[in-house]
């Protein structure tokens, strides 16, 4: 079965600091997608990034890091210098082959000015 | 990017009343659509996944008969909640997935948000 796991269900964190949100996930597919999304509180969701099981490269987009290690089935995400702005619920999440996308719970940041 | 929207984007509808949800692919043709349900300050539950001109297939626990979902066109979806009850108010996403290019890519819609009364 898949599962996407996202321990920390809220985190609050002074504006500029840095912050690591963690996703874990299982599935017994070789060929999956992790994707990270934002929702801030108008709902809508934002799409970060999307990562398949091929590439294992880090990605850094701005102020956003991803870490994917297949060795811990983790795909962590980074903030560095956090803003105000980032203050959101953030959702990692799984895809298997058949486009099915399975949600972690959330991790909900609190960026304190 | 491709642009999904959703209409309306929030309605207030009286227990044992009927709302219809509509969900559009602006720019591009969706082979696939999919329902989510999101509850307060939960994760987005997948509802169902529909492929046009067939009938969607619901993910366990789901009621199909209160739930009509109907993709009668490559860029629309709707989904109807029959005889709607306090407990069905929620925020219904959908997202849509284009025939060509990375198929693996769904686009979110905005979401509505539904308050049974």
């Known amino acids: 079965a898949q599962k996407v796991t996202q321990a920390q269900t809220e985190i609050s964190v002074v504006e500029k600091e840095d912050v690591t949100l963690d996703c874990v996930y299982e599935?017994?597919?070789?060929?999956?997608?992790l994707f990270w999304y934002k929702q801030p509180p108008s709902g809508e969701l934002v799409f970060l990034i999307r990562r398949n099981s091929f590439d294992e490269q880090n990605e850094i987009s701005g102020r956003y890091s991803w870490n994917f290690q297949k060795s811990t089935s983790s795909f962590n995400f980074t903030i560095t210098a956090s803003q105000v702005v980032d203050s959101a619920v953030y959702f990692c999440?799984?895809?298997?082959?058949?486009?099915?996308?399975?949600f972690g719970k959330g991790t909900r940041l609190h960026i304190l000015p | 990017g491709a642009v999904v929207s959703q209409h309306p984007s929030w309605v207030i509808c009286k227990s044992g009343t009927s709302v219809k949800i509509e969900c559009r692919s602006l720019?591009?043709?969706?082979?696939?659509m999919f329902w989510y349900r999101q509850f307060p300050k939960q994760s987005l539950m997948l509802m169902a996944t529909?492929?046009?001109?067939?009938?969607?297939?619901?993910e366990q626990g789901v009621e199909k008969d209160k739930f009509l979902i109907n993709h009668a066109s490559l860029t629309l979806s709707t989904l109807t909640v029959t005889s709607a009850h306090p407990e069905d108010s929620s925020f219904y996403i959908c997202s849509a997935r284009g025939g060509q290019g990375d198929s693996r890519e769904q686009y979110f819609g905005p979401g509505t948000r539904l308050t049974v009364t």
């Open positions: 599935t017994r597919d070789t060929t999956y997608y």
């Open positions: 999440a799984l895809s298997d082959r058949v486009d099915k996308i399975i």
């Open positions: 720019d591009f043709q969706a082979t696939t």
């Open positions: 529909s492929n046009e001109g067939s009938k969607a297939t619901y």
